[in-house]
T-cell receptor
Framework: SQQGEEDPQALSIQEGENATMNCSYK?????LQWYRQNSGRGLVHLIL?????REKHSGRLRVTLDTSKKSSSLLITASRAADTASYFC???????????FGKGITLSVRP | EAGVVQSPRYKIIEKKQPVAFWCNPI?????LYWYLQNLGQGPELLIR????????DSQLPKDRFSAERLKGVDSTLKIQPAELGDSAVYLC????????????????FGEGSRLTVL
C-alpha cells in the first residue's frame, strides 16, 4: 500500500518557471523525503524533512511540511530542462518505520 | 565512491523460468533493501537486511521469491518460477544507518534490473 499521494500526476512547465508538487499522506509520520527518478534510472534522494520541521531548503529546492494537514510541497525554482524526471514523496511512519513511496509526479520542463 | 551496483540491467525470460538479480551496496552500508517498481508506480519494499539478517520481509512473496545476503555485503534476489506479473524493475538500495524508529534517513539506489517475463 502507498501512503503518500502526489499531486498533480503530471506537470509541464516552461524552462525558468517554478514547479510546485504536492504530497498528502494519511498517518502521522517520522519524516518525509523527496526523491527524483530520471527515465530508466534509479531514484536519487533530494531532501528530507522531519516531522518537527516546517521548511527546508537545498539549492533550488524548497520543501514545506504541514503536519496538521498531513501534506508537503516541493518547490523547484527556476526550472531547467534537466529537471525533467519523476518525483516521489516517501514517508516514514508506523511502528516499523517503513519508508513508503507515492506513485510519483512526472515533471516535464520544456526548453 | 562507487554507488550501488546492480546486475543485470535488463533480463528477458519466459514464464516459469528462474531469474536472479545481484546487488552490491555502497561500501560500509550495513542496511540493504530490495524494492519492486511497477510501471507508473512508486517503489514497494520487498525485503530489508541489517547486515546478513532479514529484518523485514513481510512483503516478499515467499512462495516464489527468495533473497540472501550471506556475508552481509552483496545480495541476491531470486524468482522461481517467474510469472507474467513479475515483469517490473527490481531496485536495490542501501543506507549507512541501521533503520530504527528514531533513526531514518536517505537511501541510495542502484540503477535497477528491468525484468520482462514473456
Amino acid at each position: 500500500s502507498q501512503q503518500g499521494e502526489e499531486d498533480p500526476q503530471a506537470l509541464s512547465i516552461q524552462e525558468g518557471e517554478n514547479a510546485t508538487m504536492n504530497c498528502s499522506y494519511k498517518t502521522s509520520i517520522n519524516n518525509l523525503q523527496w526523491y527524483r527518478q530520471n527515465s530508466g534510472r534509479g531514484l536519487v534522494h533530494l531532501i528530507l524533512i522531519r516531522s518537527n520541521e516546517r521548511e527546508k531548503h537545498s539549492g533550488r529546492l524548497r520543501v514545506t511540511l504541514d503536519t496538521s494537514k498531513k501534506s508537503s510541497s516541493l518547490l523547484i525554482t527556476a526550472s531547467r530542462a534537466a529537471d525533467t524526471a519523476s518525483y516521489f514523496c516517501a514517508t516514514v511512519a508506523g511502528a516499523n518505520s517503513k519508508l513508503t513511496f507515492g506513485k510519483g509526479i512526472t515533471l516535464s520542463v520544456r526548453p | 565512491e562507487a554507488g550501488v551496483v546492480q546486475s543485470p540491467r535488463y533480463k528477458i525470460i519466459e514464464k516459469k523460468q528462474p531469474v536472479a538479480f545481484w546487488c552490491n551496496p555502497i561500501s560500509g552500508h550495513n542496511t540493504l533493501y530490495w524494492y519492486l517498481q511497477n510501471l507508473g508506480q512508486g517503489p514497494e519494499l520487498l525485503i530489508r537486511y541489517e547486515n546478513e539478517e532479514a529484518v523485514d520481509d513481510s512483503q516478499l512473496p515467499k512462495d516464489r521469491f527468495s533473497a540472501e545476503r550471506l556475508k552481509g555485503v552483496d545480495s541476491t534476489l531470486k524468482i522461481q518460477p517467474a510469472e507474467l506479473g513479475d515483469s517490473a524493475v527490481y531496485l536495490c538500495a542501501s543506507s549507512a544507518f541501521a533503520w530504527t524508529a528514531s533513526n531514518t534517513g536517505e537511501l541510495f539506489f542502484g540503477e535497477g534490473s528491468r525484468l520482462t517475463v514473456l
